[in-house]
């Protein structure tokens, strides 16, 4: 089991900054693709962003895209996501999740790939 502990959730205003973590302990770190996803209130879980093992390719959602950045530690183990210029609509719990690929420069954005999550943190950005 891999297990990932996110942190950094919030209330914020719009138009502030949040920086999200995620450890992961139990299994090399560096095997998994990590993700970020979120669910708003009386939504389905979407993927926000991923980034590859190696942390060569990243992927963003495009209703996040340039404002927030994935990146990852492989040596610490952690997994970021910096959030800025956030919205109303940015509301909701944020969970990592990893995927364990096979190829270190490859990604993937489907949930059922992922095969460890956190618990979540929720984020709340107030208009």
């Known amino acids: 089991q891999m297990q990932l502990v996110e942190s950094g959730g919030g209330l914020v205003q719009h138009g502030d900054s949040l920086r999200l973590s995620c450890t992961g302990s139990g299994r090399p770190f560096g095997n998994y693709a990590m993700a970020w996803f979120r669910q708003a209130p009386g939504k389905e879980r979407t993927i926000v962003a991923t980034?590859?093992?190696?942390?060569?390719?990243?992927y963003h959602d495009e209703s996040v895209k340039g404002r927030f950045t994935i990146s990852r530690d492989n040596r610490g183990g952690t997994v970021f996501l910096q959030m800025n210029t956030l919205r109303p609509t940015d509301t909701a719990v944020y969970y990592c999740?990893?995927?364990?690929?096979?190829?270190?420069?490859?990604?993937?954005?489907?949930?059922?790939?992922?095969?460890?999550w956190g618990q979540g943190t929720q984020v709340t950005v107030s208009s």
């Open positions: 980034i590859s093992r190696d942390g060569s390719i990243t």
């Open positions: 999740a990893a995927a364990p690929l096979r190829v270190p420069f490859a990604i993937v954005t489907t949930e059922s790939s992922y095969d460890f």
